[in-house]
Structure formats: C-alpha cells, structure tokens
C-alpha cells in the first residue's frame, strides 16, 4: 500500500521520552488535566468519591475502568461525552478488596460496569463536567435494553425472565466503541464471560467454552449473589451478551439497543464508515488469541437528511470475515471477507448450524467453519479517513506458533508474538463492500535495543519510539494514526526501555511513530476522541496501580489510584498533533 503522498508537516510536536513516573506527560507546549476518575459524582448531589461507597452511591457516580469513548458536540458550548467504564478492580473497588462480596458488593461492582454519559460545558476556553446537565446518565450491568436484529427472539436469547427473547438488562465489559453520522455512540460488550459462573456444575458444550464461559468465572462472583449470572439456572444468559449496542446520547431516557446483526463475540471496537455508495460498512475485531476480524455491511444506505431513517439500519445487513492470504515469503498480500450467511460456506444444518441466529450468536463457531484466519488479538480497527485504508492493532499473542490452529504465517509473523504489530488493509476500488482487498503491516512492534530482526521490529520503529502491545488506535481528521497502548510495563528484558505505556503518533504514509503521552505506573491508555475542532483531545488513563502497584494516580499522596478520563489540550489553543 504506496504513500499516497509526502506530507512530512504532518506530525508537529516534539516526541518525549519514555516514562517510569506516576503521572501523565505530553509534549512541550500541551497540557493535560484531569477530567473526571472513578467515582466522581454524575450529578448534582451525588456523593463524593469515598471507597466506602456502597451500590446506591457509585449507581450516581463515574463508572470504573473508563475506555473508549466519543465527544459529541451540541452546540459551542456544550457538549457530551459518552464513556466506556468496562470492568472494575475489586482490590480498590472495596476495602476488602473483594474478598468478601455481600449482596450490595455485587450490585456496586456491577454499577461500577456499563457507560457514563457525561454532559460537558465549555468554560474559560475547556471542557468541564457539568454536574446539573440533562443528559447525564448512567447505564449499568442492569439497565434495561432491547435485543434487535436476527438474532432477536430466538429460542436461544430466551429466559424464565424474558420469555420472548427481546428483553435483556444491562451491558458490561464495554471496551472500545464506534459511533455514527445519525448521531448514536456504539459500545462493545468485550470479556462478558468472566461474570458468569455457576454454584453448580453444569455441563457445558463448546457453545459455552469458545466463548470462555466456565463454572469458577474471572473472580467477580456476581453468580453467588444474582442467579442471573449462574450459568446453571439460567442457561442462556450469557447468549445475551457479546453484542455491539446503541446508545442515543442525546435522550437519556431512551433504550438501549444490542444490535445482533453485528454477531456475537468479544467485540474489540466498531470502526463505523460510510461507504462511497452510502452502505453503512461495520469493521470489528474480536479480541482473543486466535479470534478473528469481521465487516458487517448494511443492506440499507444511510440516509444523510432524514436521521430517523438510520435509526435501524444496523439490523438489517451481512456479517463476514476475515481470510488474509501471502505473497509467497512476503508480509503483505491479498485477503478476502467470507460471508456468515445460513445456508452458505459449509453454514449448514448438516455443520451444526440451524438458522441465521445461531450463525450469529455463534459467529465465533461460523468463522471457524467458514475457515477464517486465526488472528493474534484483534483490538481496535479505524479507517483512515484520507484514503480508506483500514488499520488494525493484532496487540500480541503468546500461543502464534504453539497452538496447532494458530500457526506463524504471514500476517501473524512471529513466534509467541510478544510486542503486537499493526496490520493494514485496502479495499479494492476503495469500496469497502469489496469482497477483496490488499494488505501489509504498517508497524511491527519491537524491541531494537534487546533483538535483532522481526523482534527488533520494523523499520519505522527505533530506541527513542519503541512500545509494545499496540491497542486503541484511531485518526483524527488531518489523518495522523494515534497509538495507545497496552502492555508490559516492567521496563527490564524484553521491556527494557519502554517504559509505562503510552500514546504515539503515526504518520500512515511515511510509517514515521513519534511518543506522544506516557501514563502513570501499572496502567493502560486507552479511548481516544475530539471535539470537532480538533482543538481538544481526551483520552483515558485506565487501571493505574493495577494488581497494587504503587500508582497514586491522580490524586496523589496516599490515596488509591483511580482509572481517569484526560483533557489535553495545547497551550497555544492550536490543532492536537499538528504544527
Ligand atoms: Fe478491553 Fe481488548 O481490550
Ligand atoms: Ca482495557
Ligand atoms: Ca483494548
Ligand atoms: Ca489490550
């Protein structure tokens, strides 16, 4: 995929070095301030932050463990922010550190999860939180929300509780997130898994373990106290989660939707584009060793004058996926989108497959059949709003080349995988309703100062740029690729040199990366967005400290460290990133 240009003006800051403190650096001339952190009070009224917090409190407060996220701007004025809280960490959720859930422990920990939706005024020139805006709002792991789309209604998405498979509470694990031209904000029920678990010991088939479900759970032990979770009474449970759902920002009071068209999976992000021909086009990775990247394609085209006309349109549509073919001992080559349609490529009765909906609330199982590329982690994907190219973070994977169904190859070139690398993508024609496309790797993340060759990573990366475990990414409009990453941050062997993790800045054409932000210690950068004039950036500080790690972050002195949503802005009131 060719430089469509030279542009060397496109990156202006000057690139800092790597970090080890407990605070968030950026460039000369860039400020970056603190937002909102777990815990702060949603509305006016709300109590303080206090670990002592019982369900009631945090239900009025920021969510937990912020990532993705999308600004969007109402007027000059006033704005909202819709943000990602995925998942908490008990050891500072509670002083017991988890180690004796009650009843209400379960129900703080599962309002700690979901989205919040935080109104934001302009005041002096910066964005603030307003505490008496109207559009304020939490959702939860128990708000109510509807099931659309194929796979709504099935036999499969029922309950004792929702006998007509439409009615489902609650969204959690939310990790990245999408958003679209009518206006709504997407977000990606990830690791859903972990909160089930079960009391009993139920059989459970490989509808169950190729989504990781398994009686013990990750540890949150919401299935001894709400059987809602307990995969033996209610079986069919965690079929409801997984979905990609929309949200309308705008109406606090409106129901969330899980759009089933767009699968089911351990949905990274929703990198929403509008095709040339007005298709809605849907690029989504499924972050597990091994999973797979998927399109949806809408079978409706947006219609830019008339927003209630889009306000279905994600329910209607065709799921694909991923194969990635070689050029024979090169990195690069030609891939196709393989349709999970019932009734075609081998997705057939005879294949365990017995309509659309199990296609779908199964897609991890129809990708596999279809013979779908094994891919190592698929984390966020964003299109490049200057030429389409598609860019997704493979952020690492220690079983490439140890696991029989995930051997080295081209597009997954190294043993065990350890630093992540990003893979590129042109639809042919540009048409992101092609069936085909070409594909190198803009980046091979590495350690240059530790190995020689792959490991060391590709050209574009060197002793004063290297990172590992690439993660968020996403452009802004002038097409500068922002990096945010999340991985090892022992700063020794493999490491050494790298520091706490950070956020970098790539140029797509000249494959140049420039540090742009380290964070504090133990945490992970993750969700990027702008206000339209490009003039403000957030992006989120998740899980300093985490597994106890000595982060005070942001509060400083002794205090337990809290996942925080980051303004930056430049000093000069100037374009973030540019000249
Ligand atoms: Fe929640 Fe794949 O990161
Ligand atoms: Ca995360
Ligand atoms: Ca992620
Ligand atoms: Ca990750």
């Known amino acids: 995929i060719a430089a469509s240009k030279d542009n060397k003006n496109l990156i202006g800051f000057e690139a800092i070095p790597t970090s080890t403190e407990d605070k968030v650096i950026v460039p000369k001339g860039y400020q970056a301030d603190v937002l909102i952190s777990w815990g702060d009070p949603l509305f006016k009224g709300a109590p303080a932050f206090s670990q002592k917090a019982d369900s009631k409190a945090q239900a009025l407060q920021f969510g937990d463990n912020n990532d993705g996220m999308t600004f969007f701007q109402i007027t000059d004025d006033r704005g909202v922010l819709?943000?990602?809280?995925?998942?908490?960490?008990?050891?500072?959720?509670?002083?017991?550190?988890?180690?004796?859930?009650?009843?209400?422990?379960?129900?703080?920990?599962?309002?700690?999860?979901?989205?919040?939706?935080?109104?934001?005024?302009?005041?002096?020139?910066?964005?603030?939180v307003n505490l008496e805006g109207r559009l304020n709002r939490r959702i939860t792991a128990n708000t109510e929300m509807e099931l659309t789309g194929p796979a709504a209604g099935d036999a499969l998405l029922k309950t004792a509780a929702d006998p007509k498979g439409t009615q489902v509470l609650g969204t959690f694990n939310n990790c990245a997130n999408g958003e679209t031209p009518w206006g709504t904000y997407l977000t990606c029920e990830e690791n859903f898994n972990g909160l089930f678990g079960s009391k009993e010991s139920p059989a459970l088939d490989s509808n169950y373990t190729r989504y990781g479900l398994n009686t013990k759970g990750s540890g949150y032990d919401w299935f001894k106290h709400d059987d809602r979770?307990?995969?033996?009474?209610?079986?069919?449970?965690?079929?409801?989660?997984?979905?990609?759902?929309?949200?309308?920002?705008?109406?606090?009071?409106?129901?969330?939707?899980?759009?089933t068209a767009l699968g089911r999976?351990?949905?990274?992000?929703?990198?929403?584009?509008?095709?040339?021909?007005?298709?809605?086009?849907?690029?989504?990775?499924?972050?597990e060793r091994g999973e797979h990247l998927y399109r949806f394609v809408s079978k409706n085209k947006y219609n830019p004058g008339n927003s209630t006309a889009n306000r279905d349109i994600l329910d209607e549509g065709t799921l694909y996926v991923a194969k990635f073919n070689a050029k024979d001992g090169e990195l690069q080559g030609k891939g196709e989108w393989i349709e999970l349609t019932f009734g075609k490529n081998g997705l057939t009765k005879e294949n365990g497959f017995n309509s659309q909906a199990e296609v779908l609330i199964f897609a991890r199982k129809a990708a596999t059949?279809?013979?779908?590329?094994?891919?190592?982690?698929?984390?966020?994907?964003?299109?490049?709003?200057?030429?389409?190219?598609?860019?997704?973070?493979?952020?690492?994977?220690?079983?490439?080349?140890?696991?029989?169904?995930?051997?080295?190859?081209?597009?997954?070139?190294?043993?065990?995988?350890?630093?992540?690398?990003?893979?590129?993508?042109?639809?042919?024609?540009?048409?992101?309703?092609?069936n085909n496309f070409d594909w190198d790797l803009y980046l091979i993340a590495g350690n240059p100062t530790v190995h020689e060759g792959l490991m060391g990573g590709s050209d574009n990366i060197n002793a004063d740029n290297m990172f590992n475990s690439p993660d968020g990414i996403g452009f802004d409009n002038a097409g500068r690729l922002w990096i945010q990453t999340d991985g090892k941050y022992s700063n020794t062997g493999d490491f050494a040199g790298m520091g706490n993790n950070q956020m970098l800045c790539g140029d797509p054409d000249s494959?140049?990366?420039?540090?742009?932000?380290?964070?504090?210690?133990?945490?992970?950068?993750?969700?990027?967005t702008f206000s339209p004039d490009q003039k403000t950036m957030f992006i989120g500080v998740q899980h300093p400290g985490e597994d106890l790690a000595p982060s005070h972050f942001p509060d400083g002195g002794n205090t337990i460290p809290r996942s925080s949503v980051i303004r930056i802005t430049r000093t000069d009131g100037g374009i973030i990133g540019a000249a």
């Open 229 to 259: 979770f307990d995969l033996a009474k209610n079986p069919n449970e965690p079929h409801r989660h997984g979905w990609v759902v929309e949200i309308d920002p705008m109406n606090p009071n409106s129901t969330p939707k899980k759009r």
């Open 82 to 128: 819709s943000i990602n809280n995925e998942y908490t960490n008990h050891e500072y959720l509670f002083a017991h550190q988890g180690k004796e859930m009650s009843a209400d422990d379960v129900l703080k920990s599962q309002n700690a999860h979901g989205i919040s939706v935080v109104e934001l005024k302009k005041v002096n020139g910066l964005w603030e």
């Open 511 to 528: 494959g140049e990366v420039r540090r742009f932000l380290t964070g504090p210690i133990a945490c992970e950068i993750t969700g990027l």
């Open 369 to 434: 059949q279809v013979g779908a590329t094994t891919m190592d982690r698929p984390e966020w994907v964003a299109v490049n709003p200057k030429n389409q190219s598609v860019f997704c973070t493979l952020t690492n994977n220690k079983y490439r080349g140890v696991k029989a169904n995930q051997p080295v190859d081209a597009v997954n070139p190294r043993e065990k995988n350890p630093y992540g690398h990003i893979v590129r993508w042109m639809p042919s024609g540009q048409d992101h309703t092609s």
């Open 265 to 287: 999976f351990k949905h990274e992000n929703a990198a929403l584009t509008i095709n040339n021909d007005g298709h809605v086009v849907v690029y989504l990775g499924d972050d």
